[in-house]
């Protein structure tokens, strides 16, 4: 049995780099970006007008008391740039156009009284260079604005869509299968019998992965040994890595070793010193597939999912890593066996901006209604049996 640091080196030396694809802009959104994005032109690309109103040259009006002003004509927005011939007259300009050549300044048509081919400033508090917004003054031309490695929000997609980039490089999702094993387990859309329980843990694993985009399939195999031989060994053939959740523990039943080591799987590790989730297998096929063996109670192979397999994917898709959350316990926790704890805990802010973690009753790691909840775990590492009020402890979130 290893320890949670030996277990996570472990797992960190099977990332895998699976390819960069090109996919169009508008179904990027939660990909991980695998080139830098530039910026083709200045943002803005030009000294863009930023509010309604008029332009002016304000040495040549404003400065000498002048605050009626004939209009020359008009700049819209999407117009090429148009020019002010005398300097004490102004030019109306909207919103988005290009400052005309020779103005310097922008009021608002709220601070004016448009009559007769005039514009009269209504007050006298205009500061010259003000309502534009200068060419360049955000990003200039060629600039990086989008690391490799950013997972995609709506942000970036708006930045990268105004640079011109349609299509982008992202990383490859790989295949996957989240397959459940016991006799107990039905699907979820049937009544189950008395002895019988709904098949729940792949979804929450399906939708732990979908954050990330993987679309893991799901599958199914019944507690009989030549079943999970055939169907396991299809699995390794077609998928780029497997999840099994159930079958590795000490049950009469829990054939998964067995059946991993005949078809050939290396084991890397099998149990860790971490409750929930001891009975935690992980192996790589001769192949190199992988396959995470996760214990069937829901909160461990949930929480494995979110310690283990989520950093594991998101190393693989080369995700920038965000920097480690801590969290300050709130009640005192006693816990004596030699094992890492992962309580479920709230997680809160303190009026002082802290970040409060408050342990969530729960009645083992077959209770996932908690979870509920509940917004992550708390790493209490091994080697202590009170974990006191007022420490901090790594925080792995899944809310
Ligand atoms: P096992 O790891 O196969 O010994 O299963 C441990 C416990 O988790 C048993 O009570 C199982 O019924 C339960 N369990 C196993 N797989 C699932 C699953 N896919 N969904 C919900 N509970 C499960
Ligand atoms: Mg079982």
Redesign the pocket.
């Known amino acids: 049995m290893i320890s949670v640091e030996e277990a996570r080196t472990l797992i960190d030396k099977e990332v895998i780099d699976y390819g960069v694809v090109e996919r169009p802009l508008a179904l990027s959104l939660s990909h991980i970006l695998r080139e830098d994005l530039h910026t083709d032109r200045a943002l803005p690309p030009y000294d863009r007008v930023t509010m309604d109103g008029i332009a002016i040259n304000y040495d040549g009006s404003m400065a000498k008391g002048l605050l009626r002003l004939p209009i020359e004509g008009v700049s819209a927005a999407g117009s090429p740039q148009t020019s002010l011939k005398s300097s004490s007259s102004c030019i109306e300009a909207m919103t988005g156009a290009m400052l005309p050549q020779g103005t310097d300044t922008v009021i608002r048509y709220e601070d004016l009284k448009i009559e007769n081919d005039h514009a009269e400033i209504m007050i006298d508090t205009i500061s010259k260079g003000q309502n534009i917004h200068y060419k360049g003054e955000d990003r200039s031309q060629g600039e990086l604005t989008i690391k490799s490695g950013t997972q995609l929000t709506e942000a970036e997609i708006g930045v990268a869509a105004s640079c011109g980039h349609h299509t982008l490089k992202v990383c490859k999702i790989p295949s996957c299968v989240i397959v ?3 006799d ?2 039905v699907n979820i859309d049937i009544q189950p019998k008395p002895y019988q ?6 979804y929450m694993i399906q939708a732990s992965l979908q954050r990330y985009k993987v679309d893991c399939d799901l599958s199914h195999i019944n ?1 009989d040994y030549p079943t999970l031989l055939s169907v396991v060994k299809d699995h390794l053939d077609n998928y780029d890595f497997i999840i099994l ?5 000490m ?1 009469k ?2 054939y998964l070793p067995k059946v991993l080591q005949e078809l050939g799987v290396t084991q890397i590790f099998h149990k860790i010193k971490q409750r929930p989730g001891k ?1 935690f297998w992980f192996g790589k096929s001769c192949n190199g597939k992988l396959v995470f063996a996760l ?4 909160v ?2 949930f929480m494995c999912t979110h310690n283990y397999i989520l950093p594991w994917l998101k190393s693989c898709l080369r995700l920038s890593e965000s920097p480690q959350e801590y969290a300050v316990l709130q009640k005192d926790i006693s816990f004596k066996p030699d094992l890492t704890y992962y309580p479920i805990v709230k997680l809160m802010h303190s009026k002082g901006g802290v970040l409060k973690a408050v342990p969530v009753n729960n009645n083992g790691s ?1 209770d ?1 209604a908690s979870l509920t909840e509940g917004d992550a775990f708390l790493e209490l590492l091994r080697g202590q049996d009170e974990y006191r009020a007022n420490e901090a402890y790594r925080v792995i979130r899944y809310r």
């Open positions: 459940s094993t016991g107990e387990l329980i709904r098949r729940s843990n792949v507690d959740s159930g079958g590795v523990s049950g039943f829990d009975p214990p069937g109670n829901p461990s192979s077959g996932f």
